[in-house]
C-alpha cells in the first residue's frame, strides 16, 4: 500500500516562500502522476498542480501560475512544490495525490492522498 507523506508547511508573510515535498511510501511512482490540491476553510478543495513522473508534463491552476513550481527528484519518489511570492489567499492545507495514470486536474481520479500540511500566509 502507497503512503503519501507531505511536509514543509508552515507560516511565512506575504511575498514569502515555502517549498512543500510529497514523498511516496510502501513503493515507488515509476510511472503516473503527483498533483497538488489545498483546501482554504469553508471552501472547497481546489486543484494547485500536477506532474507527469515519467515526462515531467506539468500544468498549473491559473491562481498560481507563475508563482508555483512543481518538481520531482530523479528518483521519482518525492515531488515538490516551490511556493513563491505567496499571498494570503494561498492559505490552505495542502495535499499531495498520485494515481498510475495520465496527468490530470480532477481530484477525483487520483488514487492515492496524504493527510495535507497547513500553509498560512499573513498580511
Known amino acids: 500500500q502507497v503512503q503519501l507523506v507531505e511536509s514543509g508547511g508552515g507560516l511565512v508573510q506575504a511575498g514569502g516562500s515555502l517549498r512543500l515535498s510529497c514523498t511516496a511510501s510502501?513503493?515507488?511512482?515509476?510511472?503516473?502522476?503527483v498533483g497538488w490540491f489545498r483546501q482554504a476553510p469553508g471552501k472547497e478543495r481546489e486543484f494547485v498542480a500536477a506532474?507527469?513522473?515519467?515526462?515531467?508534463?506539468?500544468s498549473y491552476s491559473d491562481s498560481v501560475k507563475g508563482r508555483f513550481t512543481i518538481s520531482r527528484d530523479n528518483a521519482k519518489i518525492t515531488v515538490y512544490l516551490q511556493m513563491n511570492s505567496l499571498r494570503p489567499e494561498d492559505t490552505a492545507v495542502y495535499c499531495c495525490?498520485?494515481?498510475?495514470?495520465?496527468?490530470?486536474?480532477?481530484?477525483?481520479?487520483?488514487?492515492?492522498w496524504g493527510q495535507g500540511t497547513q500553509v498560512t500566509v499573513s498580511s
Open positions: 506532474i507527469s513522473r515519467t515526462y515531467g508534463i506539468t
Open positions: 495525490a498520485a494515481r498510475e495514470g495520465q496527468l490530470t486536474r480532477v481530484e477525483g481520479e487520483y488514487d492515492y
Open positions: 510502501g513503493g515507488t511512482f515509476s510511472r503516473g502522476s
